[in-house]
């Protein structure tokens, strides 16, 4: 049966909390075997016979919202694929020599339209690089995040992105490590 990780968006941020434990029973509700769950920024690993990872989000989205009241969009990757995310992440040569480098990965349900892709990948500044591959979008920065010029300005953003979760590169390393 396949493995399958969710990234759920919005958890543990203000008063959505909810601990790992409790979020693991949630999961274990559905038909779901060894769940298990990575951090606690919403990370849930399961294993599954479904092979429709659209059904699985919309059932997990579902439950969550029932059980906890929360929207909770998720976005669902299989080992394989987040295998393949992690070894053909882009931009990893950029900034090597910067103490707080860093790449994040934001996870869409759908592929970022070619236009939208084009407009993200030749956006750059001095410490901030961005590559659009089908699903996903990768953002390699040089400092502190909150310190970064991008990240400062993300309210004034003028893209309409679809809506997504972002992890750590370093985070789904170690996912893949369990």
């Known amino acids: 049966m396949p493995r399958y990780?969710?990234?759920l968006r919005g958890i543990n941020l203000g008063k959505r909390r909810i601990k790992m434990d409790a979020l693991?029973?949630?999961?274990?509700?559905?038909?779901?075997?060894?769940?298990?769950?990575?951090?606690?920024?919403?990370?849930?690993l399961f294993t599954s016979s479904s092979r429709s990872p659209a059904k699985l989000e919309a059932t997990i989205e579902s439950?969550?919202?029932?059980?906890?009241?929360?929207?909770?969009?998720?976005?669902?990757?299989?080992l394989p694929e987040l295998q393949r995310i992690v070894d053909e992440?882009?931009?990893?040569?950029?900034?090597t020599d910067q103490p707080h480098?860093?790449?994040?990965?934001?996870?869409?349900?759908?592929?970022?339209?070619?236009?939208l892709a084009s407009r993200i990948t030749a956006t750059h500044t001095a410490t901030d690089r961005f590559a659009v591959i089908d699903r996903e979008?990768?953002?390699?920065?040089?400092?502190?995040?909150?310190?970064?010029?991008?990240?400062?300005?993300q309210k004034n953003s003028t893209y309409t992105l679809p809506a997504g979760t972002t992890r750590n590169l370093n985070t789904?390393?170690?996912?893949?490590?369990?």
């Open 101 to 115: 480098a860093s790449t994040q990965v934001t996870f869409f349900k759908t592929p970022v339209p070619a236009e």
């Open 63 to 78: 439950h969550l919202q029932t059980r906890t009241g929360w929207d909770v969009p998720t976005v669902i990757r299989s």
């Open 89 to 95: 992440a882009p931009l990893g040569d950029l900034f």
């Open 172 to 178: 789904l390393q170690a996912i893949l490590a369990l």
């Open 24 to 44: 693991r029973a949630l999961f274990a509700e559905l038909p779901l075997t060894d769940v298990a769950t990575y951090i606690a920024s919403g990370n849930v």
């Open 5 to 7: 990780i969710a990234f």
């Open 137 to 153: 979008a990768y953002w390699r920065c040089a400092t502190k995040l909150t310190e970064s010029i991008v990240w400062n300005d």
